[in-house]
Structure formats: C-alpha cells, structure tokens
C-alpha cells in the first residue's frame, strides 16, 4: 500500500472538510470551498468530495492541494500532520516546502466571511418572521369578542402593521443581496420596534 492510499483510508473527506473550516450542513452537504455560493452544494462522500455547481471533485488528497495550493506529497504531508496519522514519509531525498500559509490564511477568513453573511441574512429574516407573528398573536387573542368590548390597544396596533410585516416577509425570499442590503435599516427599524412593542405590551 503507498503513502497516498494509508493516508485516504485513514482520514475521510468530510473529516477533513470539517477541520479545515468547511461549513458541513445536513446531509453531509457543504459550502464548496472552491466557488462562492450561498447554497450548499458540495456533497463530502467516505472517499471523494464531488460540487454540483462548479464540478470540483476528488478525494482527501486532492481537498488539500486545492484548499492550500500544494502538490500531492505535500497535501500527504499536511494530512499526516494536522491528523496525526504518524506515517513515514520519506522527504529525505527531495525538499518539500510548507504549505502557504498566506493561501491558509486566505481561504479561512472566506469561509469565516461566508459565514457571518449567512448569519446577517438568518438574523435579519428572523426579525421580521418574530415580528409578522408577534402581530398575528395580537390580532387573534385580542380581537374584541364583541361589540361592547373596549378595544384593546395590541389589536389596534396588529392591524395597522400587519399588512406591511406580512409583505416584507414575504417579499424577502424574492430579494437579492443587494436589495437585502438596501432594506438593512429598515430591518434595524422593525428590529427595534419589535423590541419596544415587547417591553411595552409583552407577548
């Protein structure tokens, strides 16, 4: 057995993945590491890696060279060092330089990067779903039950903003990263208003 088949039947793609910063979703899909994407759709197997967007494919040697620019010896020796697999491997006759570290570096802040967007896009539309449904609690548990009832001032509220959180809600789904960028601060406003509401009337 050579080096290179000790080492890809020692560490598993997703194994790697994971320790190299790759965001891993349900399904063992991730965020391909190779193109920008907001979508995971790099599938992490046993034994190979394969991206429906950009078709990047290969097994856990071939991760490394492309995550740090190296030649397959020394994506075997980085592997054989992060993992501690403790395998000979024989540099004696030959110099292999370390690995890019600027390149290592680099590659982690863009995933770092891809993260914090998903999470500002997560934050932003869950403001405005506890909003929406905030304002539908309101107006179904205190809807007057009848003519003679004193308007309660949550109802009153509901119905006035209701529209409006409905159709931002809505409206989200079809808007781009631009546009999610352009409604910020009117997703700060509602964020805002959302917390009042609570501290003033509660749930």
Not at 77 to 100: E, I, Y
Request: glycine share 4%.
């Amino acid at each position: 057995m050579t080096i290179f088949e000790e080492v890809k039947e020692l560490v598993n793609v997703g194994a790697a993945a994971r320790h190299y910063g790759a965001e891993v979703h349900r399904g063992n899909m991730a965020l391909c590491p190779f193109h920008k994407e907001r979508t995971p759709s790099c599938k992490l197997y046993e034994d190979h890696y394969y991206c429906f967007g950009c078709q990047a494919h290969g097994d856990v040697i071939r991760l490394v060279q492309e995550l740090f620019g190296l030649k397959p010896i020394e994506a075997v020796k980085q592997l054989n060092s992060d993992f501690a697999l403790g395998l000979d491997v024989d540099c004696t006759n030959k110099f292999v330089p370390p690995p890019d570290m600027e390149a290592v570096a680099r590659r982690r802040r863009e995933i770092a990067e891809r993260k914090a967007e998903k999470a500002r896009v997560e934050h932003m539309y869950d403001v405005l779903l506890r909003y929406f449904t905030l304002l539908d609690k309101y107006k179904m548990c205190y809807a007057p039950k009848s003519p003679d009832d004193e308007t309660d001032r949550r109802f009153v509220y509901a119905l006035q903003n209701i529209g409006y959180a409905e159709y931002m809600l809505e409206a989200w789904g079809s808007f781009d990263k631009d546009q999610q960028e352009e409604i910020k601060p009117e997703v700060d406003r509602i964020e805002r208003e959302y917390k009042r509401i609570l501290d003033e009337w509660g749930e």
